[in-house]
């Protein structure tokens, strides 16, 4: 499946007036968003997949992934990636919140956008393949994430 479809139907959903359509709208930008980052990994080389993806800790790899890539729009996206999942666990769950309004959910899909954006322009970086190696490093070494290719 291709992450966008979330952002798709986070756009859908954001039309709404209804707060639950609302904050899904959020919450759905957040995992298009994030699977986005996983899909440009996984092409860096770095195995996300399964059972991992489920838990909080592959999300904060994910984040410190892009963070620490030296390329300033991956570690942008990895900054943004944070502050949007703040916003998407409150959507999900502070249902006493009140913020989740269509001005906030066009915030965050604005932000969802930037995250994407930026991912595309790493990619396309023309010293990405420098970008990739230290991600690939930084992830091996430090998070201890599996790089495919390293046997």
């Not at 859908?12 to 359509?21: G, T, V």
């Not at 904060?60 to 300033?72: A, Q, Y």
């Amino acid at each position: 499946m291709d992450p966008r479809e979330f952002i798709s139907l986070a756009i859908r959903l954001s039309s709404s007036r209804r707060e639950a359509e609302l904050r899904s709208s959020v919450s759905r930008a957040y995992d298009g968003a994030f699977h986005a980052a996983c899909e440009f990994l996984e092409g860096c080389g770095i195995t996300l997949s399964g059972k991992e993806l489920y838990g909080a800790e592959i999300h904060k790899k994910v984040r410190f992934c892009l963070r620490e890539s030296s390329n300033h729009d991956a570690a942008k996206a990895g900054e943004r990636l944070g502050s949007l999942r703040d916003e998407r666990n409150e959507a999900d769950y502070d249902l006493k919140s009140t913020k989740f309004d269509a001005p906030t959910v066009a915030l965050q899909l604005r932000v969802t956008h930037e995250i994407v954006n930026a991912i595309d322009r790493c990619r396309q970086d023309p010293a990405f393949a420098a970008v990739r190696d230290k991600i690939r490093t930084y992830a091996r070494d430090v998070l201890r994430l599996s790089i495919v290719g390293d046997d």
